[in-house]
Structures are given as structure tokens and as C-alpha cells.
């Protein structure tokens, strides 16, 4: 099982930014897919998740209107789409899902929005 998220950066507020996770290992389509973030100093915060089929999808009252997640299960890939970006969305960014009591995470990428 591997998740491998793109590399982030460096964005200005109000910038935006793409992430992607890459899945493999396993059948992305059985799985809801989810991304956190952690900023420095805070604990792991759940940002957006997306049901298997890409239904559903759930984000955190910080980044509601702002972040959209998406997945193209044919591509076994995770996106996280990041508008109107500000310094607070600082964070290491993971992408993420459960199975068989386990977690399974990428191995982060950051992102900075600074001016």
C-alpha cells in the first residue's frame, strides 16, 4: 500500500494550489479517502473526506467554500483543490485512509501561504 502526494510550496494569500495523492496497493474505489493537515506545533486536523464512489464529501468548517476534494478512481488518484489560500492553511498536508483497523498515510507534503 502507497499514497504519495505531489509536492506543495510556497503561495501567496489568495493564491491557489492543487494537491494530489497517488494510490496504490490497493482498489482506491472501496475506499472513503480523506486529507489532514498538521501545522506546526498542532495536532493532525481532518480537512476534507470523500467517499468511495465520490458521493459525499465532507470538509472542516475552516476550509468549507474554499478547499474542494475530488477523485478519479480509473487514475487511482486523490485531489485537493485549494482556493482563496490563507497564512492559517500552513500546515503539512497528508492524504489518508483507514482499513482493517489500520491507517495509512502519504509521507506529507508541505505548504506555506505567505507573502
Known amino acids: 500500500v502507497q499514497l504519495v502526494e505531489s509536492r506543495g510550496g510556497l503561495v501567496q494569500p489568495g493564491g491557489s494550489l492543487r494537491l494530489s495523492c497517488a494510490a496504490s496497493?490497493?482498489?482506491?474505489?472501496?475506499?472513503?479517502m480523506k486529507w489532514f493537515r498538521q501545522a506546526p506545533g498542532e495536532g493532525r486536523e481532518l480537512v476534507a473526506l470523500?467517499?468511495?464512489?465520490?458521493?459525499?464529501?465532507y470538509y472542516a468548517d475552516s476550509v468549507k467554500g474554499r478547499f474542494t476534494i475530488s477523485r478519479d478512481n480509473a487514475k487511482n488518484v486523490v485531489y485537493l483543490q485549494m482556493d482563496s489560500l490563507k497564512p492559517e492553511d500552513t500546515a503539512v498536508y497528508y492524504c489518508?485512509?483507514?482499513?482493517?483497523?489500520?491507517?495509512?498515510w502519504g509521507q506529507g507534503t508541505q505548504v506555506t501561504v505567505s507573502s
Open positions: 496497493g490497493f482498489t482506491l474505489s472501496s475506499y472513503d
Open positions: 489518508n485512509f483507514f482499513r482493517s483497523w489500520t491507517d495509512y
Open positions: 470523500i467517499t468511495a464512489t465520490g458521493g459525499n464529501t
